[in-house]
């Protein structure tokens, strides 16, 4: 199956720092990348769709100005978390769709913990 | 609003043991249901793509089928290494983001 990389896998940080997440599509090409939040024991909870070339769509809730989501070309989304503060901390996931939408290949995630 | 609901919540099998998981299922027109494996610390695996009532699909020890209101995961003489949380989502016919459901945590005791 199609392939999507994460880095980091892992991420430790202080109060008040910003953290960047990086999503790829190693094999295909995605217009289109979603990012997940996923706290422990529970589901995944789309945060927003990231499309190339413009703006991302956030769901309801969920701060654009915090979650800061670039799609820079056909492989690569990027999730910056800003003045990140220990709520934050959650499992963090992103997944690209096939061309057809036959389904999404998720990344291996990235576990962010803010102290 | 699309919804999801899974059961059980978690589920014991012993070894050989086979059993079903439910996905239940709402959607405003049915584009897909998607079954994934989760693993501990770990993105979702994909594992079938279901499109209309009375399709079943199958991968070594496991069966997917779906009907207008639900989808079973059936394994069959599951093995330790069959643990894992089992997801389930849906996608209708008006966009391509998907609806999870809470999953099904399955263990299989040797």
Redesign the interface.
């Known amino acids: ?1 199609a392939v ?1 990389s ?1 880095h980091p896998s892992w991420v430790i940080c202080k109060s008040g720092t910003s953290v960047k997440i990086e999503c790829r599509s190693l094999d295909f090409q995605a217009t ?1 990348m ?1 990012w997940y939040r996923q706290f422990p ?4 909870m ?1 945060m927003a ?1 990231s499309n190339e070339g413009s703006k991302a769509t956030y769901e309801q809730g969920v701060e654009k100005d915090k979650f800061l989501i670039n799609h820079a070309s056909l492989t690569l989304s990027t999730l910056t978390v800003t003045s990140a503060h220990p709520e934050d901390s959650s ?1 963090y ?1 992103c ?1 690209a ?1 096939t061309q057809w ?9 990235t ?1 962010l913990l803010v102290l | 609003e699309d919804q999801v609901t899974q059961s059980p919540e978690a589920l014991r099998l012993q070894e050989g043991e086979s059993s079903s998981l439910n996905c239940s299922y709402t959607v405003s027109g049915l ?2 249901l ?1 079954w ?1 494996r989760q693993d501990p ?6 594992l079938f ?1 279901l499109y209309s009532a009375g399709e079943e699909k199958e991968k070594e020890r496991l069966k997917a089928t779906l009907t207008k209101k639900e989808s079973f995961l059936h394994i069959t003489a599951p093995k330790p290494e069959d643990s894992a949380t089992y ?1 389930c989502a849906v ?1 209708n016919n008006y966009g ?3 609806v ?4 099904t ?1 399955l263990s299989v005791l040797p």
Do not use: A, C, D
Request: no cysteine; aromatic share 20%; charged share 15%.
């Open positions: 199956g999507v994460q289109t979603f024991k529970q589901s995944l789309l769709t499992f996931i997944s769709p939408g036959e389904t999404q290949y998720f990344g291996p995630g576990r | 584009r897909g998607f994934y610390g770990k993105g979702p695996e994909f793509t997801l996608q391509q983001n998907f999870f459901g809470p999953g945590r």
